[in-house]
Protein backbone atom coordinates (compact mmCIF):
# COMPACT_ATOMS: atom_id res chain seq x y z
CA UNK A 1 0.00 0.00 0.00
CA UNK A 2 2.62 2.40 0.50
CA UNK A 3 4.13 4.75 -2.26
CA UNK A 4 7.75 3.92 -3.01
CA UNK A 5 9.27 5.84 -4.89
CA UNK A 6 11.72 3.92 -6.99
CA UNK A 7 14.22 6.50 -7.20
CA UNK A 8 17.37 4.45 -7.32
CA UNK A 9 16.18 2.61 -10.27
CA UNK A 10 15.35 5.24 -11.83
CA UNK A 11 17.53 5.79 -15.06
CA UNK A 12 17.61 8.91 -17.64
CA UNK A 13 15.84 6.83 -19.84
CA UNK A 14 12.89 6.34 -17.48
CA UNK A 15 12.23 9.78 -17.00
CA UNK A 16 8.57 9.98 -16.58
CA UNK A 17 6.45 12.30 -18.82
CA UNK A 18 4.95 15.16 -17.01
CA UNK A 19 2.01 14.79 -16.02
CA UNK A 20 -0.83 16.16 -18.40
CA UNK A 21 -2.36 19.23 -16.88
CA UNK A 22 -5.44 19.83 -18.45
CA UNK A 23 -6.06 15.62 -17.36
CA UNK A 24 -5.24 16.99 -13.68
CA UNK A 25 -7.79 19.87 -13.70
CA UNK A 26 -10.36 18.04 -15.43
CA UNK A 27 -10.61 15.66 -12.67
CA UNK A 28 -10.35 18.26 -9.97
CA UNK A 29 -13.48 19.81 -11.92
CA UNK A 30 -15.34 16.56 -11.82
CA UNK A 31 -14.99 16.15 -8.33
CA UNK A 32 -15.50 19.76 -7.58
CA UNK A 33 -19.28 19.53 -9.50
CA UNK A 34 -20.16 16.13 -8.21
CA UNK A 35 -19.28 17.64 -4.63
CA UNK A 36 -21.81 20.27 -5.31
CA UNK A 37 -24.24 18.46 -6.60
CA UNK A 38 -24.09 16.10 -3.22
CA UNK A 39 -24.63 19.15 -1.16
CA UNK A 40 -27.46 20.81 -3.79
CA UNK A 41 -29.18 17.36 -3.73
CA UNK A 42 -28.91 16.40 0.04
CA UNK A 43 -29.33 20.09 1.43
CA UNK A 44 -26.20 20.31 2.75
CA UNK A 45 -24.45 23.92 2.58
CA UNK A 46 -21.57 25.28 4.62
CA UNK A 47 -24.12 27.51 6.19
CA UNK A 48 -25.95 24.94 7.87
CA UNK A 49 -21.91 23.65 9.43
CA UNK A 50 -21.42 27.07 10.88
CA UNK A 51 -24.56 27.37 12.38
CA UNK A 52 -25.07 23.65 13.38
CA UNK A 53 -21.87 23.33 15.48
CA UNK A 54 -22.16 25.89 18.43
CA UNK A 55 -25.70 23.55 18.94
CA UNK A 56 -23.22 20.64 18.89
CA UNK A 57 -21.51 22.71 21.92
CA UNK A 58 -24.06 23.40 23.60
CA UNK A 59 -25.00 19.33 23.45
CA UNK A 60 -22.03 18.71 25.26
CA UNK A 61 -22.41 20.70 27.68
CA UNK A 62 -25.09 19.51 28.61
CA UNK A 63 -23.67 15.87 29.15
CA UNK A 64 -21.60 17.28 31.86
CA UNK A 65 -21.27 16.41 34.39
CA UNK A 66 -22.51 13.05 33.42
CA UNK A 67 -25.15 11.29 36.06
CA UNK A 68 -22.71 8.69 37.93
CA UNK A 69 -25.78 7.55 39.52
CA UNK A 70 -27.32 6.24 36.64
CA UNK A 71 -24.29 3.65 36.33
CA UNK A 72 -26.47 0.85 38.73
CA UNK A 73 -29.24 0.81 36.51
CA UNK A 74 -27.05 0.29 32.85
CA UNK A 75 -24.88 -2.23 34.14
CA UNK A 76 -27.78 -4.97 33.45
CA UNK A 77 -28.08 -4.17 29.98
CA UNK A 78 -24.43 -3.70 28.94
CA UNK A 79 -23.90 -6.93 30.11
CA UNK A 80 -26.97 -8.32 28.16
CA UNK A 81 -25.05 -5.93 25.19
CA UNK A 82 -22.02 -8.45 25.84
CA UNK A 83 -23.91 -11.51 26.06
CA UNK A 84 -26.04 -10.81 22.93
CA UNK A 85 -22.25 -10.14 20.86
CA UNK A 86 -21.07 -13.38 22.65
CA UNK A 87 -23.89 -15.74 21.41
CA UNK A 88 -24.76 -13.77 18.28
CA UNK A 89 -20.56 -14.42 17.92
CA UNK A 90 -20.63 -17.73 18.21
CA UNK A 91 -23.34 -19.08 15.86
CA UNK A 92 -22.21 -16.67 13.11
CA UNK A 93 -18.87 -18.56 13.40
CA UNK A 94 -20.66 -21.69 13.55
CA UNK A 95 -22.70 -21.50 10.39
CA UNK A 96 -19.67 -20.06 9.03
CA UNK A 97 -17.09 -23.48 9.04
CA UNK A 98 -19.19 -25.39 6.26
CA UNK A 99 -20.15 -22.04 4.10
CA UNK A 100 -16.44 -21.45 3.89
CA UNK A 101 -15.41 -25.13 3.23
CA UNK A 102 -17.69 -24.84 0.68
CA UNK A 103 -16.79 -21.90 -0.96
CA UNK A 104 -13.31 -22.42 -1.07
CA UNK A 105 -11.88 -23.43 -4.76
CA UNK A 106 -9.19 -25.60 -3.19
CA UNK A 107 -11.90 -28.18 -0.87
CA UNK A 108 -14.54 -27.59 -3.97
CA UNK A 109 -12.86 -27.81 -7.29
CA UNK A 110 -16.32 -27.35 -8.51
CA UNK A 111 -16.39 -23.54 -9.47
CA UNK A 112 -20.33 -24.10 -9.97
CA UNK A 113 -20.81 -24.71 -6.10
CA UNK A 114 -18.28 -22.57 -4.79
CA UNK A 115 -19.39 -19.51 -6.87
CA UNK A 116 -23.25 -19.92 -5.96
CA UNK A 117 -21.75 -19.43 -2.18
CA UNK A 118 -19.64 -16.59 -2.82
CA UNK A 119 -22.34 -15.00 -4.51
CA UNK A 120 -24.56 -15.60 -1.18
CA UNK A 121 -21.91 -14.62 0.71
CA UNK A 122 -21.81 -11.17 -0.99
CA UNK A 123 -25.01 -11.02 -0.72
CA UNK A 124 -24.96 -11.00 2.72
CA UNK A 125 -22.15 -9.08 3.34
CA UNK A 126 -23.97 -5.80 1.65
CA UNK A 127 -26.72 -5.71 4.21
CA UNK A 128 -25.82 -3.49 7.42
CA UNK A 129 -26.02 -4.98 10.68
CA UNK A 130 -28.53 -2.39 11.54
CA UNK A 131 -30.79 -3.38 8.77
CA UNK A 132 -30.40 -7.11 9.62
CA UNK A 133 -31.54 -6.25 13.16
CA UNK A 134 -34.86 -4.10 12.15
CA UNK A 135 -35.87 -6.42 10.30
CA UNK A 136 -35.93 -9.01 12.58
CA UNK A 137 -37.57 -6.66 15.14
CA UNK A 138 -40.25 -6.43 13.12
CA UNK A 139 -40.76 -10.37 12.47
CA UNK A 140 -39.67 -11.17 16.26
CA UNK A 141 -41.17 -8.05 18.26
CA UNK A 142 -39.03 -5.83 20.19
CA UNK A 143 -35.98 -7.40 22.59
CA UNK A 144 -32.58 -9.33 22.25
CA UNK A 145 -33.45 -12.05 20.44
CA UNK A 146 -33.26 -10.21 17.35
CA UNK A 147 -29.98 -8.42 17.95
CA UNK A 148 -28.94 -12.15 18.49
CA UNK A 149 -30.33 -12.98 14.59
CA UNK A 150 -28.64 -9.73 13.33
CA UNK A 151 -25.77 -10.37 14.76
CA UNK A 152 -25.46 -14.12 13.67
CA UNK A 153 -26.36 -13.11 9.86
CA UNK A 154 -23.68 -9.89 10.33
CA UNK A 155 -21.16 -12.08 11.65
CA UNK A 156 -21.80 -15.75 9.31
CA UNK A 157 -20.90 -13.13 6.44
CA UNK A 158 -17.99 -11.59 7.36
CA UNK A 159 -16.34 -14.95 9.31
CA UNK A 160 -17.16 -17.16 6.29
CA UNK A 161 -15.46 -14.75 4.00
CA UNK A 162 -12.45 -13.92 6.16
CA UNK A 163 -12.17 -17.69 6.20
CA UNK A 164 -12.66 -19.14 2.79
CA UNK A 165 -9.19 -16.86 2.12
CA UNK A 166 -7.20 -18.20 4.17
CA UNK A 167 -8.20 -21.70 3.73
CA UNK A 168 -7.53 -21.06 -0.11
CA UNK A 169 -4.46 -19.47 0.98
CA UNK A 170 -2.99 -22.59 2.89
CA UNK A 171 0.03 -24.75 1.69
CA UNK A 172 -0.59 -27.87 -0.39
CA UNK A 173 1.89 -30.04 0.37
CA UNK A 174 0.03 -31.91 3.25
CA UNK A 175 -3.04 -32.09 1.22
CA UNK A 176 -1.45 -33.76 -1.69
CA UNK A 177 0.25 -35.70 0.69
CA UNK A 178 -2.92 -37.27 2.29
CA UNK A 179 -4.63 -37.56 -1.09
CA UNK A 180 -1.58 -40.08 -2.47
CA UNK A 181 -2.04 -41.96 0.68
CA UNK A 182 -5.69 -41.84 0.13
CA UNK A 183 -7.82 -39.78 2.96
CA UNK A 184 -11.28 -39.20 2.30
CA UNK A 185 -12.63 -35.74 1.55
CA UNK A 186 -13.56 -35.32 5.90
CA UNK A 187 -10.28 -36.98 6.59
CA UNK A 188 -8.07 -34.84 4.59
CA UNK A 189 -10.19 -31.42 5.98
CA UNK A 190 -9.62 -32.76 9.17
CA UNK A 191 -6.19 -33.38 9.20
CA UNK A 192 -5.20 -31.19 6.26
CA UNK A 193 -7.43 -27.97 6.19
CA UNK A 194 -7.82 -27.59 9.99
CA UNK A 195 -4.59 -27.65 11.98
CA UNK A 196 -3.42 -25.02 9.20
CA UNK A 197 -6.65 -22.67 9.37
CA UNK A 198 -7.68 -23.02 12.94
CA UNK A 199 -5.60 -20.05 14.84
CA UNK A 200 -6.46 -17.88 11.76
CA UNK A 201 -10.20 -18.80 12.45
CA UNK A 202 -10.04 -17.71 15.85
CA UNK A 203 -8.42 -15.03 15.42
CA UNK A 204 -11.17 -13.85 12.71
CA UNK A 205 -13.76 -15.23 15.44
CA UNK A 206 -12.15 -12.44 18.05
CA UNK A 207 -12.45 -10.01 15.48
CA UNK A 208 -15.58 -10.21 14.53
CA UNK A 209 -16.49 -10.53 18.13
CA UNK A 210 -14.99 -6.92 19.00
CA UNK A 211 -17.34 -6.01 15.93
CA UNK A 212 -20.09 -7.15 16.98
CA UNK A 213 -19.75 -5.70 20.56
CA UNK A 214 -20.13 -2.01 18.74
CA UNK A 215 -23.05 -2.97 16.93
CA UNK A 216 -24.64 -4.39 20.25
CA UNK A 217 -24.26 -1.23 21.49
CA UNK A 218 -26.48 0.46 19.18
CA UNK A 219 -28.76 -2.26 18.20
CA UNK A 220 -30.94 -1.31 20.42
CA UNK A 221 -32.10 1.83 18.41
CA UNK A 222 -34.15 -0.16 16.27
CA UNK A 223 -35.50 -1.80 18.98
CA UNK A 224 -33.32 -5.05 19.30
CA UNK A 225 -32.06 -5.30 22.86
CA UNK A 226 -29.12 -4.30 24.54
CA UNK A 227 -27.60 -0.73 26.15
CA UNK A 228 -29.02 1.02 23.14
CA UNK A 229 -32.48 0.92 24.19
CA UNK A 230 -31.53 2.87 27.61
CA UNK A 231 -29.37 5.52 25.34
CA UNK A 232 -32.66 6.17 22.92
CA UNK A 233 -34.66 6.39 25.91
CA UNK A 234 -32.88 8.96 27.59
CA UNK A 235 -32.22 11.46 24.91
CA UNK A 236 -35.59 11.21 23.91
CA UNK A 237 -36.04 12.54 27.74
CA UNK A 238 -33.45 14.96 26.68
CA UNK A 239 -31.18 13.36 30.21
CA UNK A 240 -28.20 14.01 28.06
CA UNK A 241 -26.54 13.82 31.74
CA UNK A 242 -27.49 10.11 31.55
CA UNK A 243 -26.38 9.55 27.67
CA UNK A 244 -23.16 10.51 28.67
CA UNK A 245 -22.94 8.11 31.13
CA UNK A 246 -24.28 5.41 28.64
CA UNK A 247 -21.61 6.24 26.27
CA UNK A 248 -19.06 6.52 28.62
CA UNK A 249 -19.73 2.88 30.17
CA UNK A 250 -20.27 1.46 26.57
CA UNK A 251 -16.55 3.10 25.48
CA UNK A 252 -15.37 1.64 28.51
CA UNK A 253 -16.37 -1.95 27.93
CA UNK A 254 -15.61 -1.41 24.34
CA UNK A 255 -12.13 -0.66 24.82
CA UNK A 256 -11.72 -3.20 27.59
CA UNK A 257 -12.90 -6.21 25.07
CA UNK A 258 -10.73 -4.83 22.12
CA UNK A 259 -7.64 -4.67 24.31
CA UNK A 260 -8.22 -8.39 25.45
CA UNK A 261 -8.97 -9.77 22.42
CA UNK A 262 -6.49 -7.87 20.32
CA UNK A 263 -3.98 -9.54 22.79
CA UNK A 264 -5.40 -13.12 22.58
CA UNK A 265 -4.90 -12.60 18.86
CA UNK A 266 -1.14 -11.60 18.61
CA UNK A 267 -0.66 -14.55 21.02
CA UNK A 268 -2.59 -16.77 18.16
CA UNK A 269 -0.98 -15.74 15.04
CA UNK B 1 -0.64 -22.72 18.48
CA UNK B 2 -0.44 -25.56 16.11
CA UNK B 3 2.32 -27.38 18.01
CA UNK B 4 2.92 -30.65 16.28
CA UNK B 5 4.62 -32.24 19.70
CA UNK B 6 3.78 -36.13 20.09
CA UNK B 7 4.23 -36.51 23.58
CA UNK B 8 1.70 -33.27 25.08
CA UNK B 9 3.24 -31.98 28.57
CA UNK B 10 1.08 -32.01 31.63
CA UNK B 11 1.08 -28.09 31.63
CA UNK B 12 -0.63 -27.87 28.07
CA UNK B 13 -3.13 -30.09 29.19
CA UNK B 14 -3.90 -28.44 32.58
CA UNK B 15 -4.04 -25.08 30.26
CA UNK B 16 -6.21 -26.59 28.29
CA UNK B 17 -8.63 -27.33 30.40
CA UNK B 18 -8.20 -23.91 32.42
CA UNK B 19 -9.01 -22.06 28.92
CA UNK B 20 -12.45 -25.09 28.22
CA UNK B 21 -13.60 -24.01 31.72
CA UNK B 22 -13.57 -20.46 31.07
CA UNK B 23 -15.45 -20.83 27.69
CA UNK B 24 -18.01 -23.50 29.77
CA UNK B 25 -18.49 -20.19 31.97
CA UNK B 26 -18.69 -17.55 29.48
CA UNK B 27 -21.44 -19.35 27.32
CA UNK B 28 -23.32 -20.43 30.38
CA UNK B 29 -23.36 -16.49 31.41
CA UNK B 30 -24.00 -15.72 28.34
CA UNK B 31 -26.81 -17.34 27.34
CA UNK B 32 -28.19 -17.10 31.30
CA UNK B 33 -28.95 -13.51 30.52
CA UNK B 34 -30.89 -13.58 27.18
CA UNK B 35 -34.30 -14.68 27.68
CA UNK B 36 -35.09 -16.64 24.35
CA UNK B 37 -39.23 -15.51 24.20
CA UNK B 38 -39.34 -17.95 21.39
CA UNK B 39 -41.28 -16.70 18.39
CA UNK B 40 -44.25 -14.54 18.39
CA UNK B 41 -46.91 -16.46 18.10
CA UNK B 42 -47.44 -15.20 14.55
CA UNK B 43 -43.84 -14.92 13.73
CA UNK B 44 -45.28 -17.56 11.45
CA UNK B 45 -47.68 -15.73 9.41
CA UNK B 46 -45.03 -12.20 9.45
CA UNK B 47 -43.04 -14.68 7.63
CA UNK B 48 -44.95 -15.81 4.80
CA UNK B 49 -46.07 -12.02 4.30
CA UNK B 50 -42.14 -11.66 4.05
CA UNK B 51 -41.62 -14.18 2.29
CA UNK B 52 -44.67 -12.97 -0.54
CA UNK B 53 -43.77 -9.55 -0.49
CA UNK B 54 -39.83 -10.87 -1.41
CA UNK B 55 -41.03 -12.29 -3.94
CA UNK B 56 -43.39 -9.52 -5.33
CA UNK B 57 -41.27 -6.37 -4.32
CA UNK B 58 -42.89 -3.42 -4.93
CA UNK B 59 -41.53 -2.05 -8.26
CA UNK B 60 -43.76 0.97 -8.73
CA UNK B 61 -41.98 2.57 -5.55
CA UNK B 62 -38.19 2.42 -8.20
CA UNK B 63 -39.58 5.64 -9.44
CA UNK B 64 -42.48 7.88 -8.33
CA UNK B 65 -42.81 11.24 -10.52
CA UNK B 66 -43.98 13.26 -7.19
CA UNK B 67 -42.17 12.67 -3.97
CA UNK B 68 -39.96 10.08 -2.30
CA UNK B 69 -39.02 6.97 -4.32
CA UNK B 70 -36.26 4.56 -4.12
CA UNK B 71 -34.09 5.93 -6.39
CA UNK B 72 -34.08 9.73 -5.15
CA UNK B 73 -33.45 7.53 -1.59
CA UNK B 74 -30.42 5.74 -2.55
CA UNK B 75 -28.83 9.09 -4.32
CA UNK B 76 -29.68 10.74 -1.15
CA UNK B 77 -27.85 7.96 0.45
CA UNK B 78 -25.15 8.54 -1.95
CA UNK B 79 -24.84 11.89 -1.60
CA UNK B 80 -24.17 11.81 2.04
CA UNK B 81 -21.65 8.92 1.94
CA UNK B 82 -19.71 11.27 -0.86
CA UNK B 83 -19.95 14.48 1.02
CA UNK B 84 -19.42 12.43 4.41
CA UNK B 85 -15.67 11.00 2.75
CA UNK B 86 -14.76 14.48 1.07
CA UNK B 87 -15.27 16.17 4.45
CA UNK B 88 -12.93 13.60 6.09
CA UNK B 89 -10.33 13.49 4.11
CA UNK B 90 -10.28 17.19 4.49
CA UNK B 91 -10.23 17.06 8.13
CA UNK B 92 -8.09 14.08 8.31
CA UNK B 93 -4.89 15.83 6.29
CA UNK B 94 -4.00 17.86 9.96
CA UNK B 95 -4.69 14.97 12.11
CA UNK B 96 -2.55 12.50 10.30
CA UNK B 97 0.59 14.85 10.11
CA UNK B 98 0.04 15.31 13.96
CA UNK B 99 0.19 11.54 14.56
CA UNK B 100 2.59 10.60 12.56
CA UNK B 101 6.10 10.24 14.38
CA UNK B 102 8.45 11.45 11.82
CA UNK B 103 6.59 14.57 11.43
CA UNK B 104 7.81 16.33 14.21
CA UNK B 105 11.00 16.35 16.65
CA UNK B 106 9.58 14.42 20.13
CA UNK B 107 6.82 11.82 20.53
CA UNK B 108 5.22 14.06 23.00
CA UNK B 109 3.68 15.49 19.82
CA UNK B 110 2.60 12.66 17.67
CA UNK B 111 1.85 10.30 20.63
CA UNK B 112 -1.80 12.29 22.17
CA UNK B 113 -2.45 12.28 18.06
CA UNK B 114 -2.80 8.47 17.97
CA UNK B 115 -4.73 8.48 21.79
CA UNK B 116 -7.56 11.18 19.96
CA UNK B 117 -7.46 9.29 16.52
CA UNK B 118 -8.53 6.00 18.43
CA UNK B 119 -10.91 7.56 20.86
CA UNK B 120 -12.39 9.26 17.43
CA UNK B 121 -12.59 4.95 16.32
CA UNK B 122 -13.89 3.63 19.40
CA UNK B 123 -17.40 5.77 19.01
CA UNK B 124 -20.01 3.99 16.77
CA UNK B 125 -21.10 6.43 14.44
CA UNK B 126 -24.58 5.64 15.04
CA UNK B 127 -23.79 7.26 18.25
CA UNK B 128 -22.17 9.70 16.48
CA UNK B 129 -24.96 9.95 14.13
CA UNK B 130 -27.86 10.70 17.09
CA UNK B 131 -25.57 13.15 18.86
CA UNK B 132 -25.65 15.12 15.71
CA UNK B 133 -29.44 14.49 15.44
CA UNK B 134 -29.64 15.93 18.66
CA UNK B 135 -27.39 19.19 18.05
CA UNK B 136 -28.60 20.11 14.56
CA UNK B 137 -32.12 18.24 14.09
CA UNK B 138 -32.88 15.03 11.95
CA UNK B 139 -32.25 14.99 8.05
CA UNK B 140 -29.33 14.54 5.85
CA UNK B 141 -27.08 17.45 7.51
CA UNK B 142 -26.97 15.05 10.81
CA UNK B 143 -25.85 11.94 8.74
CA UNK B 144 -22.50 14.00 6.59
CA UNK B 145 -21.75 15.61 9.67
CA UNK B 146 -21.57 12.13 11.34
CA UNK B 147 -19.79 10.46 8.37
CA UNK B 148 -17.59 12.75 8.28
CA UNK B 149 -16.10 12.59 12.07
CA UNK B 150 -16.55 9.35 12.22
CA UNK B 151 -13.94 8.22 9.69
CA UNK B 152 -11.38 10.75 10.81
CA UNK B 153 -10.08 8.15 12.62
CA UNK B 154 -9.87 5.40 10.40
CA UNK B 155 -8.48 7.51 7.60
CA UNK B 156 -6.25 9.42 9.75
CA UNK B 157 -4.79 6.25 11.04
CA UNK B 158 -4.24 4.79 7.88
CA UNK B 159 -2.80 8.16 6.55
CA UNK B 160 -0.48 8.34 9.41
CA UNK B 161 1.01 5.25 8.93
CA UNK B 162 1.37 5.86 5.55
CA UNK B 163 3.37 9.08 6.29
CA UNK B 164 5.50 7.37 8.62
CA UNK B 165 6.80 4.94 5.61
CA UNK B 166 7.82 6.88 3.78
CA UNK B 167 11.17 7.39 2.26
CA UNK B 168 13.66 9.96 3.40
CA UNK B 169 15.89 10.27 0.38
CA UNK B 170 13.55 13.22 -1.17
CA UNK B 171 13.63 14.88 2.10
CA UNK B 172 17.08 14.97 2.66
CA UNK B 173 18.57 16.17 -0.64
CA UNK B 174 15.88 18.70 -0.67
CA UNK B 175 17.80 19.82 2.93
CA UNK B 176 20.57 19.59 1.50
CA UNK B 177 19.57 21.85 -1.40
CA UNK B 178 18.61 24.17 1.56
CA UNK B 179 14.41 23.59 0.65
CA UNK B 180 12.76 25.14 3.75
CA UNK B 181 9.93 23.17 5.58
CA UNK B 182 7.16 23.88 2.81
CA UNK B 183 8.93 23.05 0.01
CA UNK B 184 9.84 19.99 1.39
CA UNK B 185 6.39 18.88 2.36
CA UNK B 186 5.39 19.86 -1.31
CA UNK B 187 8.16 18.40 -3.12
CA UNK B 188 9.29 15.05 -1.01
CA UNK B 189 6.10 13.85 0.80
CA UNK B 190 2.89 14.84 -0.52
CA UNK B 191 3.96 13.16 -3.95
CA UNK B 192 4.95 10.27 -2.11
CA UNK B 193 1.48 9.76 -0.26
CA UNK B 194 -1.24 10.94 -2.26
CA UNK B 195 -1.78 8.03 -4.43
CA UNK B 196 -1.94 5.86 -1.26
CA UNK B 197 -4.39 8.56 0.43
CA UNK B 198 -6.81 8.50 -1.93
CA UNK B 199 -7.01 4.98 -2.17
CA UNK B 200 -7.99 5.08 1.49
CA UNK B 201 -10.64 7.67 0.58
CA UNK B 202 -11.89 5.38 -1.86
CA UNK B 203 -12.37 2.58 0.58
CA UNK B 204 -13.33 4.68 3.22
CA UNK B 205 -16.26 5.63 0.80
CA UNK B 206 -17.10 1.81 0.46
CA UNK B 207 -17.35 1.75 4.36
CA UNK B 208 -19.60 4.87 4.48
CA UNK B 209 -21.90 3.92 1.77
CA UNK B 210 -22.68 0.44 4.13
CA UNK B 211 -23.18 2.96 6.95
CA UNK B 212 -25.14 5.78 5.52
CA UNK B 213 -28.12 3.11 4.15
CA UNK B 214 -28.91 2.65 7.75
CA UNK B 215 -28.07 6.04 9.15
CA UNK B 216 -31.76 6.91 8.70
CA UNK B 217 -32.77 3.96 10.65
CA UNK B 218 -32.03 6.85 13.69
CA UNK B 219 -33.14 9.82 11.30
CA UNK B 220 -30.11 10.90 9.94
CA UNK B 221 -31.61 11.08 6.24
CA UNK B 222 -30.68 8.54 3.23
CA UNK B 223 -32.87 5.67 2.30
CA UNK B 224 -32.80 4.26 5.52
CA UNK B 225 -35.87 6.79 6.19
CA UNK B 226 -38.45 5.20 4.17
CA UNK B 227 -37.18 1.90 4.82
CA UNK B 228 -37.71 2.40 8.59
CA UNK B 229 -41.25 3.93 7.11
CA UNK B 230 -41.99 0.76 5.28
CA UNK B 231 -40.88 -1.37 8.31
CA UNK B 232 -43.11 0.07 10.86
CA UNK B 233 -46.57 0.11 8.70
CA UNK B 234 -44.84 -3.84 7.37
CA UNK B 235 -45.12 -2.88 4.32
CA UNK B 236 -42.72 -5.96 2.91
CA UNK B 237 -42.62 -5.73 -0.52
CA UNK B 238 -41.57 -1.88 -0.08
CA UNK B 239 -38.82 -3.17 2.18
CA UNK B 240 -38.18 -5.70 -0.18
CA UNK B 241 -37.70 -3.20 -3.19
CA UNK B 242 -35.37 -1.00 -0.78
CA UNK B 243 -33.40 -3.95 0.84
CA UNK B 244 -32.69 -5.02 -3.67
CA UNK B 245 -31.95 -1.26 -4.75
CA UNK B 246 -29.47 -1.01 -1.16
CA UNK B 247 -27.74 -4.25 -2.30
CA UNK B 248 -27.46 -3.34 -5.93
CA UNK B 249 -25.94 0.34 -4.61
CA UNK B 250 -23.67 -1.49 -2.35
CA UNK B 251 -22.69 -3.75 -4.77
CA UNK B 252 -22.38 -1.04 -7.62
CA UNK B 253 -20.15 1.12 -5.49
CA UNK B 254 -17.98 -1.83 -4.09
CA UNK B 255 -17.09 -2.49 -7.95
CA UNK B 256 -16.59 1.47 -9.51
CA UNK B 257 -14.30 1.92 -6.14
CA UNK B 258 -12.30 -1.71 -6.37
CA UNK B 259 -11.60 -0.78 -10.15
CA UNK B 260 -10.22 2.85 -9.19
CA UNK B 261 -8.16 1.87 -6.12
CA UNK B 262 -6.69 -0.46 -8.64
CA UNK B 263 -5.77 2.18 -10.98
CA UNK B 264 -4.36 4.60 -8.43
CA UNK B 265 -2.37 2.38 -6.79
Redesign the interface.
Known sequence: ?????P?GKRTPSSIPDAPNRYKRYSIWLFGII??L???W????TPY??V??LP??G??LAQMFPPDWKYLDKIWKPM??T???A??GT?FGAILAVPVSLLSAYNVIPNRWVAGIFRFIL??VR??????FA??F?????I???AG?LALIFFSFGMIAKLTYEAVEAIDPGPLEAMTAVGANKLQWIRYGVV??V??QFISFVLYTFEVNV??A??LG??GA?GIGLL??RS?GQLR?DRSAII?LL??AI??LI?YGSSRIRRK?L | ??TTTLKKSPWSRIRFSLIALALIL??W???S?????G??EM?KT??AA?LNGFLHPDWSYIYLPDGEDLLRGL??T???S??GT?ISAVLCIPFAFWASANMSRTRVISVPGKIVLSIIR???E??VA???I???GP???AG??ALGIHSIGMLAKLFSE?IE???R??EEAMIACGANRLQILRYAVI??????FL?YSIYRFEINI??A??LG??GA?GI?TP??FA??S?NWSR?AII?YG??IL??LT?LISGWLRKKI?
Open positions: MRAEALVVLCSRSGVQLVGQMDLMEVQIIITNLTIPDLLSIVAVLGGPFVPQMGRASVLVGLNLYITLVLDL | MNIYWAFGIRFEFQAVSILDLSIILVVFPIIILFKAVGAFVLTGIDGPPQIVPASRSTTLVGGLILDRVLIIVTDI
